[in-house]
């Protein structure tokens, strides 16, 4: 029998919500998708990170349900670790060993992988980038750039189903950022990107709009962006920066 994460693997988001102090973030969101290269684009604040870490099942929607190929991640954490991997925008928050080699080696250890097993993976990840020599090496050490290395390492490692990538580029240098998102693209059977900056979505299949924790557009990156970019132009003009007061 198929396991339902080898299944066509569909995210379905039924009324999901989620509230901060009885605040709405996200508020609604009905979602069916199946595509391979799928787009969140929205402004600051919009609720996009926080899409990603419910989908990413480290924190609960308050209302509706999410299913990634069938599963709840947030119930079924040991299936979200199978599935799911993110990548976060800045490599501080994702990193917790010291060493590189650890840090790698985590993720593979909380997905029930032998330390053996484990071992074997990091040195083959670390080898395919080149990086046999940072297995000990220090992350305190290694530049931005590098951390992000490190922690797309860490997450290719684990070979996700879905890979969500949110704004993983900030602070990036041009050819840095060509390069790993040339991989990252690759990485995983399904990638989900979050991003304020159009240039990164515009070969996403699916794409949705988030404004102010609601979808406001859905379809093809080609079809959204260019309403997504007039209005970012248009409020760009205007002078209230009400919006980022909280
Ligand atoms: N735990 C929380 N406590 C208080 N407010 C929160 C919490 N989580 C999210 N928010 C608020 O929800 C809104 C959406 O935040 P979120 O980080 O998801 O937006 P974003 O679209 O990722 O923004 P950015 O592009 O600036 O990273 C913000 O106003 C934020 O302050």
């Given at each position: 029998?198929?396991?339902?994460e ?5 995210i ?5 919500g989620?509230?901060v ?8 969101l009905?979602?069916r998708v ?5 787009g969140v684009v ?8 926080t ?12 209302s ?12 079924d954490?040991?299936a979200?670790l199978r599935?799911?991997?993110?990548l ?10 010291p060493?590189?080699g650890?840090e790698?080696a ?5 997905q029930g992988?032998?330390?053996a097993?484990a071992?074997?993976?990091v040195a083959?990840?670390?080898a ?6 940072w297995?000990d090496?220090?992350?305190?050490a ?5 951390k ?10 684990m070979r996700?189903?879905?890979l969500i ?9 041009i ?21 304020h ?5 515009a070969?996403?299949e ?10 406001r557009a859905?379809?093809?990156a080609a079809?959204i ?16 920066i ?5």
């Amino acid at each position: 029998m198929e396991r339902p994460e080898t299944a066509r693997f569909e995210i379905r988001m039924d009324g999901l919500g989620y509230e901060v102090a009885g605040r709405p973030v996200l508020e609604g969101l009905e979602l069916r998708v199946a595509a391979r290269r799928i787009g969140v684009v929205g402004r600051n604040g919009s609720g996009k990170s926080t899409l990603a870490r419910i989908l990413a099942g480290l924190i609960a929607p308050t209302s509706g349900q999410l299913r990634l190929g069938g599963i709840d991640p947030c119930a079924d954490r040991r299936a979200a670790l199978r599935l799911v991997g993110i990548l976060f925008q800045n490599p501080e928050h994702q990193i917790i060993f010291p060493r590189v080699g650890e840090e790698i080696a985590f993720g593979l250890r909380q997905q029930g992988l032998g330390k053996a097993e484990a071992q074997a993976r990091v040195a083959a990840m670390l080898a395919q980038f080149d990086k046999r020599h940072w297995q000990d090496a220090p992350v305190d050490a290694l530049s931005q750039g590098q951390k992000h290395l490190v922690c797309m390492m860490a997450v290719l490692a684990m070979r996700p189903q879905l890979l969500i990538l949110d704004e993983p580029y900030a602070g990036l240098d041009i050819p840095t950022r060509r390069q790993l998102g040339r991989y990252l693209r690759a990485a995983a059977p399904h990638l989900l990107h979050i991003s304020h900056e159009p240039e990164d979505l515009a070969d996403c299949e699916r794409l949705f709009w988030l404004d102010r924790g609601r979808i406001r557009a859905e379809g093809p990156a080609a079809e959204i962006l260019p309403v997504f970019t007039a209005e970012m132009d248009r409020l760009g003009e205007l002078d209230d920066i009400a919006d980022l007061a909280g």
